[in-house]
Structures are given as structure tokens and as C-alpha cells.
């Protein structure tokens, strides 16, 4: 297997609204808490508005020939995005924004890996490049990673890559992980 990863711009993401979709779908089976909000989310609803309301984007895909199998998503905005990117849905649990020391934080935001190609290592590469660069950013030293409820392997994932748990949104709908 010859997975190659290449860095897409914003202008580029329609090729993986199918994958954004299917996490979309995947997300929703493993919750417990509201599996329901998911209905109402999908490419065109976080995926777009998200590229739009950052200050800053990166999408990176992996491809197995001529089928992408998987991406990651990050981004950079405002710290206070995050006090109501929701908010169609639930206001935000209290979360202490002045102990994010920028204006700014970092985000990944999505992430995705088809089931077949998971567990060998192709989604610590795409972690890996996604956290290069938004190591590279100067203007933040913080990143989040939003977790949503019942997905106990991402969590997992997270936390073996050194990001710990930091608060909770959405009445436990999202966990939220930090680079302390
Ligand atoms: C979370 C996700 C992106 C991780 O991608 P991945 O390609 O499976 O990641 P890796 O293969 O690098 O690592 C996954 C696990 O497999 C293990 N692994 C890596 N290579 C392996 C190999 N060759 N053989 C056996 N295990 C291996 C890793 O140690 C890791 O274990 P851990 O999760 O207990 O730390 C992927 O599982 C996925 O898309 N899940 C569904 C969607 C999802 O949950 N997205 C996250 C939303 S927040």
C-alpha cells in the first residue's frame, strides 16, 4: 500500500465532502448524547462555515492511488469562536477563555480515515503534519481538539499523542482536548 499525502487548498475541499460526510455519520453512531444533532450536520454545515470563519486553514489528504481515504483539518481563529460555534444548538459550558493566553488558538478540527485503512499508522502522519503546522503558527500557543461524545478511540488517540482532557461543552455533547 502506497498512501501519498498532499496538502490541498480551501478552494480544493469539495473532494472530500463524501469523507466529511461519512464522520459526520460515523460520529453519530457512537454517540449517546444528542446522537440526534448530527442529522443537521454535514459538509455544507460545519465544513464550509469553518473554512470560511478562520483566519487560517489547513487541509491535508492521504491517497491510496486515485481515492482519497482519508484528511485532516485545522485551523486557526479567533479564541471566542469557540464560545458559541455551536450556538444553533446549546450555549457553551463555562470554560475559563483568559486562561488561553493569545487571542487566537489553534483547532483540529476534523479528522477522518476510512475504516479499512485504519490502524496502520496513516492517521499518526496526517496528525503528526497537522500539528506541524499549527505548531508553525506564531500567533497561537494554544490547540484544541473537539472530541464528540462516545468516540472513545479518538480520545484514546489524542491522549496517546500527549493532549489532555480540558472541559467540556454542549452539556458533555463535545469533549474538548488541550496541549497543556
Ligand atoms: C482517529 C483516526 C483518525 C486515527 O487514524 P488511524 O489511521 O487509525 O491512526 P493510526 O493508525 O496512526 O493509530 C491508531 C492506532 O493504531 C495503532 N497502530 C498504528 N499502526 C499500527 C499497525 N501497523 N498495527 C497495529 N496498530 C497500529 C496506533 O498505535 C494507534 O493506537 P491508539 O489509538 O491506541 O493510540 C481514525 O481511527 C478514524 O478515522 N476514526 C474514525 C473517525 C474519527 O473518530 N475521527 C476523529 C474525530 S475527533
Not at 487571542?103 to 476510512?114: A, N, R
Request: charged share 25%; glycine share 6%.
Amino acid at each position: 500500500m502506497s498512501i501519498k499525502y498532499k496538502v490541498i487548498s480551501a478552494d480544493n475541499i469539495n473532494c472530500i465532502k463524501n469523507l466529511c460526510n461519512e464522520l459526520m455519520v460515523y460520529q453519530k453512531t457512537k454517540a449517546h448524547i444528542h446522537p440526534e444533532w448530527f442529522d443537521n450536520m454535514c459538509f455544507e454545515s460545519r465544513m464550509i462555515p469553518a473554512i470560511d470563519g478562520s483566519k487560517s486553514n489547513f487541509i491535508i489528504t492521504a491517497k491510496d492511488k486515485d481515492e482519497i481515504i482519508g484528511y485532516a483539518y485545522s485551523n486557526i481563529c479567533s479564541k471566542t469562536t469557540y464560545s458559541d460555534g455551536f450556538a444553533t444548538l446549546e450555549p457553551v459550558d463555562f470554560f475559563d477563555f483568559n486562561s488561553v493566553k493569545g487571542d487566537d488558538v489553534g483547532c483540529l478540527s476534523q479528522f477522518f480515515i476510512k475504516e479499512d485503512y485504519r490502524k496502520t499508522g496513516i492517521g499518526t502522519i496526517l496528525f503528526n503534519r497537522s500539528l506541524d503546522w499549527l505548531n508553525s503558527a506564531e500567533s497561537i500557543d494554544d490547540i484544541f481538539i473537539f472530541v464528540s461524545n462516545g468516540n472513545e478511540d479518538a480520545l484514546r488517540f489524542y491522549q496517546g499523542k500527549g493532549f489532555k482532557v480540558s472541559h467540556q461543552i454542549l452539556g458533555g455533547f463535545i469533549t474538548v482536548l488541550r496541549n497543556f
